[in-house]
T-cell receptor
Framework: RKEVEQDPGPFNVPEGATVAFNCTYS??????FFWYRQDCRKEPKLLMS???SGNEDGRFTAQLNRASQYISLLIRDSKLSDSATYLC?????????????FGQGTILTVHP | GAVVSQHPSWVICKSGTSVKIECRSL??????MFWYRQFPKQSLMLMAT?????????EQGVEKDKFLINHASLTLSTLTVTSAHPEDSSFYIC?????????????FGEGSRLTVL
């Protein structure tokens, strides 16, 4: 079983749609979680951190459920520029801080 | 903000040659850097953890004699792919922490795309 698993997608949605991505992790010792965005042939860029209390950044909302080891990302009012691969990422803590484990990514295409 | 720079951004080499990729933290000191590899349509996989002044820690299945990592200073780590073969063709990305354990943001280099002919 992969340590971080995501919806494989791809998701094809029209502009303005709301889309949700799910992710589960198997290592209960993981300390922190993130959503990264990766454009084709580019490095990943941090989209947002994920907190147990849930957090929102504009059109993006992330949730973490430690009991279920489940992470989600909700994108509202999709824009064409949201088209990318979204990576669910866990970060080991303590002395292994910075050692990221990536999910396989979910491809999102927003069309006119 | 903090920036991590990689060089070269892309390289094409002949089978059997060695290729060196540099990862620099431009405005902060990185005691630890991480090297990832991404094959087409796959996610990033951690190859090794590079510690300044000590030997790198390699992930299971990564050959330390093939992927030589040197972290001689707080701002530079290098990855050398020795005797490269076509199956080593991949996107190599480094990352570094801005410092404070467990809270520092992680920054990625722009990546280096290696093609071995």
């Amino acid at each position: 079983r992969k340590e971080v698993e995501q919806d494989p997608g791809p998701f094809n949605v029209p502009e303005g749609a709301t889309v949700a991505f799910n992710c589960t992790y198997s290592n209960s010792a993981s300390q922190s979680f993130f959503w990264y965005r990766q454009d084709c042939r580019k490095e990943p860029k941090l989209l947002m951190s994920v907190y147990s209390s849930g957090n929102e950044d504009g059109r993006f909302t992330a949730q973490l459920n430690r009991a279920s080891q489940y992470i989600s990302l909700l994108i509202r009012d999709s824009k064409l520029s949201d088209s990318a691969t979204y990576l669910c990422v866990s970060n080991a803590g303590g002395t292994s801080y910075g050692k990221l484990t990536f999910g396989q990514g979910t491809i999102l295409t927003v069309h006119p | 903000g903090a920036v991590v720079s990689q060089h070269p951004s892309w390289v094409i080499c002949k089978s059997g040659t060695s290729v060196k990729i540099e990862c620099r933290s431009l405005d902060f000191q990185a005691t630890t850097m991480f090297w990832y590899r991404q094959f087409p349509k796959q996610s990033l996989m951690l190859m090794a953890t590079s510690n300044e002044g000590s030997k790198a820690t390699y992930e299971q299945g990564v050959e330390k004699d093939k992927f030589l990592i040197n972290h001689a200073s707080l701002t530079l780590s290098t990855l050398t792919v020795t005797s490269a073969h076509p199956e080593d063709s991949s996107f190599y990305i480094c990352s570094a922490s801005s410092g404070v354990p467990n809270t520092g943001e992680l920054f990625f280099g722009e990546g280096s795309r290696l093609t071995v002919l």
